[in-house]
């Protein structure tokens, strides 16, 4: 990479955060009022609040459960959308209570999974799997529907054996869409974290937000806000690392229609 | 091996093999009466206290009581109501914005950073912020639910326009076709299936933040309502509205599919089921 | 009955004004009642503003109420502030810390209170029938439930085992919503949890030990909540602040004398059942302030470093 092509994908990166960041910094430089603090006087209260023994307390059980939960979704999703997107039956079968699961909010879910599941970090990973599953789950589906038919006649012709069909031609066709389903259930994993951390909860950072929240120390709760945007960026910057690679296959393909 | 989802992809291949299986909604009734059935045993079984979570029967007939009230039914409206608002603003905005964003590398390369800073921020963190503005009303409510379904729809938009076919977009290039032709002819039939299910996410994500801003805030709705049988410890009556919020979501999905298969009658994943 | 109710409200303009009440500063003074918005937590707590609306008393005052029901201070607290809402319903401590972090807030009218008889109170510490734990002081190194940590319910079992002769230092409290404090409780979740009513009998009648009323234990008669507006409020609209806090008392006091008729306005705003709404017992619903109970629960804020520094007190209280 050049200089100037550097240079330049830096101003594109960090354009538009800057320009939003100094609009809010300007707008709120002289404000009086409690529930929306100067921006500085976040900024000012950001290291004393995270930097100072809360990253081990709890930002990283927060993280540590986030990653089980959307593992574990990631697993279930993929693997039941899989034989539900293949097998027309089961769709059937399983799409209404799929849906009816699916729209009952994690709040009101909570209560009911801490009946088998107790109050401890088992809970809490079972309240962000019930929630990132569906994006992953919905999007495999669909990914599997759509596959090519021509490809799929193809693999019967050709006699693939079922698990190079399954790696090959299912889970490779239906990889754009299993990622932009990973990608939603990465934001929505961010999300549940917090929910579940208003149930039973003595540490991390959505819990910590909330305390900060109820005791009324609105800028602590506004730089933990940033601070759920900021772990938003750094993840989403690794799964953007993982997807190039998983789907080098998809955007070579592109690139080569492109010049050819 | 080529792309999964795109328009051009579709060929002319009529690979449905047609067999006799029972139709598909009865398949589903059949799916929600094993759920029911489950939902009777596990209580009457043991497994869980019948106190904490009732059988299936006592959930209904306390389902039948909330029905005789007026107040169920207006919470049911009220749900309803913020939940079609919230959803078409969001759509509407995401679609729009999606196609602009995404239609554009110089935008979408200077808008990514924001984004991805700005959807992981949970609504949930921006109740106080709702209240603030709108007080314990609806419309306190609705700002959480067009902040949530609208990722859905504008992340779905922008992977749809990347998977545009490259060809078949220089190809309308080179015929200077215009933008707005560009994008009716080119960017909307690949991005749309994307769109669907972008909308079909909000759908169910428009409706869990309604029901979700109605419990915490507890501004007007079933979630208020939900919120205050927990707190009298009305426990059946509380079971009896979840169900109602989950056969909502049914019925929404079924909605949304039908449109689904009318907007996408020449898309693969729906002419099979077509078909077979 | 829409016609009576106007009627009752032209005969209490007439009546205000034959008695040459009402300030000015509102801005209803004859077009009819004003409408204010108050948000409350629909409890067993806040039955008083239910009945009194109910019987009249705040049309008298030529108030027209109504309410915008919230789950919990951390709603109520900043829609008061913005003056979405006219009056407010929270708990001393979340006064307490709001104030003491600047929020320009006022009691306008007392809420509920402590009955003051032990092992006969709205609210205590609740046990499993066949646990080791006897009194507050065994709560000592016990998890134990409450609605929410560093708030007034925490604060007070602390109060309860220290009374106790216990250590208060190391309890290991876990936030759980009221409704599903029991479940945890029974599984073993939790070794004690903190519950009021509906709850407290629900919990007693299926086998729960009460172990400590920890109000009680607090202080004599203490207030746990109140009606509060912003100072803002307070100041541009002082002739409906004191209407409203008049209405208030006459309505505590009515609903303090009349218990039956609480039991049944419950009926209306929430769904607790009748059965265990005719078995609970009823906080007391005081007329005044008990400025020595909201002392005690300033200097425990302050003891378990919910706080620095207490705020006045003054400043808070009308």
């Known amino acids: 990479m050049t200089v100037p092509a550097a240079l330049r994908r830096a101003l594109l990166l960090l354009g538009m955060p800057v320009v939003l960041v100094a609009a809010w910094w300007t707008a709120t430089a002289g404000s009086t009022d409690f529930f929306w603090p100067p921006l500085r006087t976040i900024l000012g209260t950001f290291d004393d609040t995270w930097f100072h023994g809360r990253i081990t307390s709890d930002v990283l059980p927060s993280l540590g459960r986030l990653a089980a939960g959307y593992l574990l979704a990631l697993a279930l999703g993929v693997g039941l959308g899989v034989a539900i997107g293949s097998v027309r039956v089961l769709r059937a079968l399983l799409e209404p209570v799929l849906e009816f699961f699916r729209a009952i909010p994690s709040p009101v879910l909570v209560p009911i999974l801490m009946l088998f599941a107790g109050i401890g970090n088992g809970m809490k990973i079972l309240v962000i799997v019930s929630g990132c599953v569906w994006p992953v789950l919905l999007n495999t589906v669909e990914g599997v529907r759509a596959l090519d038919e021509v490809l799929q006649d193809t693999a019967r012709c050709y006699r693939m054996r079922p698990h190079s069909r399954l790696v090959h031609l299912v889970l490779r066709g239906a990889s754009p869409q299993i990622t932009a389903g990973a990608r939603q259930a990465l934001s929505i994993g961010i999300i549940l974290m917090v929910i579940s951390e208003m149930f039973a909860a003595s540490n991390g950072v959505g819990f910590t937000i909330i305390q900060f929240q109820r005791g009324f120390s609105i800028p602590q709760m506004w730089s933990g806000i940033i601070l759920l945007g900021l772990i938003g960026i750094a993840l989403s910057a690794a799964f953007h690392v993982v997807e190039t690679r998983v789907l080098r296959w998809y955007t070579g393909l592109r690139r080569a229609q492109r010049e050819g | 091996m080529t792309a999964a989802v795109t328009a051009d992809a579709v060929g002319d291949g009529r690979g449905g093999r047609r067999h006799r299986t029972a139709p598909g909604w009865l398949l589903g009734l059949a799916g929600l009466a094993g759920l029911m059935a489950l939902a009777e045993a596990v209580p009457r079984a043991g497994l869980v206290k019948e106190r904490f979570l009732p059988p299936f029967s006592d959930m209904v007939s306390a389902l039948a009581d909330e029905a005789g009230t007026g107040a169920f039914w207006r919470a049911l409206l009220e749900t309803l109501r913020g939940w079609a608002i919230g959803l078409a603003v969001a759509t509407a905005a995401g679609v729009v914005l999606g196609v602009v964003i995404g239609g554009l590398p110089p935008v979408r390369a200077a808008m990514a950073s924001t984004i991805e800073f700005l959807r992981p921020i949970p609504s949930v963190a921006l109740i106080p912020l709702a209240v603030l503005l709108y007080g314990t009303t609806m419309r306190a409510t609705l700002l959480l639910v067009v902040y949530a379904s609208f990722w859905q729809v504008l992340v779905q938009v922008l992977y749809g326009v990347r998977d545009v076919d490259p060809v078949a977009r220089e190809t309308a290039r080179s015929y200077r076709f215009r933008t707005l032709t560009q994008v009716r002819t080119v960017l909307w039939p690949t991005a749309l299936p994307y769109v669907m299910t972008g909308f079909r996410l909000a759908a169910a994500v428009a409706l869990i933040l309604e029901i979700t801003g109605e419990l915490v805030i507890g501004s007007p709705g079933l979630g208020k309502q939900i919120a205050v049988a927990q707190s009298s410890g009305a426990v059946a009556s509380m079971y009896a509205l979840v169900i109602v919020v989950g056969l909502i979501g049914v019925v929404v999905n079924v909605i949304v599919r039908a449109v689904e298969r009318r907007v996408l009658r020449w898309h693969p994943s729906v002419r099979r089921e077509v078909v077979s | 009955m829409k016609r009576i109710r106007a009627a009752l409200a032209a005969t209490s303009v007439l009546l205000l004004a034959a008695c040459g009440g009402g300030g000015g500063s509102s801005n209803a003074s004859d077009k009819g009642p004003a409408t204010v918005k108050v948000s409350v937590i629909p409890i067993v707590d806040v039955a008083p503003v239910y009945l009194g609306d109910q019987q009249g008393f705040f049309a008298e005052q030529k108030l027209k109420l109504q309410f915008e029901t919230a789950q919990g201070g951390a709603a109520i607290v900043p829609a008061v502030v913005s003056g979405q809402v006219d009056f407010g319903f929270s708990n001393y401590t979340s006064l307490v810390l709001a104030r003491s972090k600047g929020l320009p807030l006022k009691v306008?009218?007392?809420?509920?209170?402590?009955?003051?008889?032990?092992?006969?109170?709205?609210?205590?510490?609740?046990?499993?029938?066949?646990?080791?734990?006897?009194?507050?002081?065994?709560?000592?190194?016990?998890?134990?439930?409450?609605?929410?940590?560093?708030?007034?319910?925490?604060?007070?079992?602390?109060?309860?085992?220290?009374?106790?002769?216990?250590?208060?230092?190391?309890?290991?409290?876990?936030?759980?919503?009221?409704?599903?404090?029991?479940?945890?409780?029974?599984?073993?979740?939790?070794?004690?949890?903190?519950?009021v009513e509906p709850f407290l009998t629900t919990a007693l009648k299926n086998g729960g030990r009460l172990v400590a009323s920890n109000y009680v234990d607090t202080a004599p008669d203490l207030t746990i909540a109140a009606y509060f507006t912003s100072q803002k409020t307070a100041a541009s609209k002082p002739d409906l602040v004191k209407r409203f806090a008049a209405a208030m008392q006459k309505s505590l006091q009515y609903a303090d004398q009349h218990p039956d008729a609480v039991r049944k306005v419950l009926g209306t705003y929430t769904k607790i059942d009748p059965s265990v709404a005719a078995a609970l017992t009823l906080p007391k619903f005081p007329t005044q302030v008990n400025g020595a109970g909201l002392q005690t629960l300033e200097n425990l804020a302050v003891q378990d470093g919910l706080i620095k520094k207490a705020p006045d007190a003054k400043e808070l209280l009308p």
């Open chain 3, 108 to 195: 306008v009218a007392p809420g509920n209170a402590s009955t003051g008889v032990d092992k006969k109170d709205f609210g205590g510490v609740v046990v499993k029938a066949g646990s080791p734990i006897k009194t507050a002081k065994d709560l000592a190194g016990k998890r134990v439930a409450v609605n929410t940590l560093n708030n007034i319910n925490d604060t007070t079992v602390r109060a309860s085992i220290r009374k106790a002769g216990g250590d208060a230092k190391n309890v290991k409290f876990t936030e759980l919503a009221f409704p599903d404090m029991l479940a945890a409780l029974d599984k073993g979740n939790v070794d004690a949890v903190q519950v």
